[in-house]
C-alpha cells in the first residue's frame, strides 16, 4: 500500500505564489515519475507537470515559465512552485506517482488533492 499527502493549497491574489509538496509512503521499492495534475470545475483532468527519476521534467504550455518542479528521491517527495498565478490556474491539484512497490508491482498512486484558488 502507498500513499501519497499533499499540503500547501489556499488562496492567493493574482500575481502571487504557492508551494505545493507532496510526500509518498508506503512500500515504495521505487518511483519513476511523479507530476502535479489539476481539475477546474466542468473540466477534465490535465497534466501540469512531471519530473521523472533523473530528473528530467515536463511542463504543460499553459503553466512553462511560471512553474517548477522538484523532488527528492531519497524522500520520496515531490514539489510544485507556482509563480505568477492566474485565475485560470484554479482548481484542484493532484499528486501523481508511479510507483514500483514492495512486492514488484507498478501502479500509478493519487493523492486526495489540495484546492488553488486565485482571486482578488
Known amino acids: 500500500q502507498v500513499q501519497l499527502v499533499e499540503s500547501g493549497g489556499g488562496l492567493v491574489q493574482p500575481g502571487g505564489s504557492l508551494r505545493l509538496s507532496c510526500a509518498a509512503s508506503?512500500?515504495?521499492?521505487?518511483?519513476?515519475?511523479m507530476g502535479w495534475y489539476r481539475q477546474a470545475p466542468g473540466k477534465q483532468r490535465e497534466l501540469v507537470a512531471r519530473i521523472f527519476s533523473a530528473g528530467s521534467t515536463w511542463y504543460g504550455n499553459s503553466v512553462k515559465g511560471r512553474f517548477t518542479i522538484s523532488r527528492d528521491n531519497a524522500k520520496n517527495t515531490v514539489r510544485l512552485q507556482m509563480n505568477s498565478l492566474k485565475p485560470e490556474d484554479t482548481a484542484v491539484y493532484y499528486c501523481?506517482?508511479?510507483?514500483?512497490?514492495?512486492?514488484?508491482?507498478?501502479?500509478?498512486?493519487w493523492g486526495q488533492g489540495t484546492q488553488v484558488t486565485v482571486s482578488s
Open positions: 508506503g512500500s515504495i521499492f521505487s518511483i519513476n515519475t
Open positions: 501523481n506517482a508511479h510507483v514500483t512497490t514492495s512486492s514488484v508491482e507498478t501502479t500509478d498512486y
